[in-house]
């Protein structure tokens, strides 16, 4: 199949395309490559991809540009992962969030309904559920009030999604990520940056009181999950449906840090802050719909996922320094 990755240089993008291409499909990538972090780590990743990936360096917010790669790749299906990332960022830039993740979402869907690309992945997240009491998050919850600009742009992307299914027949999965972590995670997410600060003896940063609980999710288990949704779409009714895509099993704040400073064999320097706005105080994926419908199946539970990560963290930095 011929598809195209939105966002396909980013961390769960990388690894998304290194699926795809294992699959024999003919993948086009399209990154910005924005200094949001260092672009040299999106880089790296396009050039270990290992197969024949088209890469299209242009901004999802520029129409004519999103226009001119659908009309080059007349892709088959679109994975949308390319987004402005983070809930404390995008409180401090709320426009840059709305013109990116909901214009160049609508560009995104614009361009693949009028070249007929009716199969979309849409990449959205567990942030919409905000305050909801009631655990663990299913997908017919109603969504009443979203905590941070981040989220409501995910919220509104998937109702974009649903107006093209049912104004244009496309059929597009929405998948709310659950607290996606792995080797090549991004040097900004906590158990990236708690990793590196307690290896190197610099103090961490810990919002609230430990207690705040979070779904956290192995790379690995995503992919699977995105490629479920991949084959789910590839057929031809009309179709819209939300999934789950976590682990099930929810972590404190208090025990994350605890499990990182067992894989790493050394204590952390914690510098305790006030809860920070737009915060959720918990997390927690019900997968069930994605488990009948996608096959999902989570394999890798935060207990083996951490020393996982903190492997692959170490080799990295191993391999960096053997080559200064």
Known sequence: MKILVTGGAGFIGSHVVRRLLKNAHSITVIDDFNDFYDPSIKRANVASFGGPVEIEEMDLRDWGATQRVFEKVRPEAVIHLAARAGVRPSIADPKLYIDTNITGTFHVLEAARLLGSKKVVFASSSSVYGLSKTVPFREDFPVLQTLSPYAA????????????????GMRIACLRFFTVYGPGQRPDLAIHGFTDAIENGRPIKQFGDGSTRRDYTYIDDIVQGVMGALSYVDGEEPLFEIFNLGE?????????????????GKKAIIERLPEQKGDMPITAAD????????GYAPSTPIREGIPKFVSWYRELHSRKQGER
């Open 153 to 168: 742009t995910k919220i509104a992307g998937e109702h974009l999604c649903g107006n093209y299914v049912n104004l244009h």
């Open 248 to 264: 099930s099993e929810t972590t404190t704040l208090s025990q994350l840090i605890s499990k990182i400073e067992k894989a790493l």
């Open 287 to 294: 997968i069930t719909k994605a488990r009948t419908l996608l």
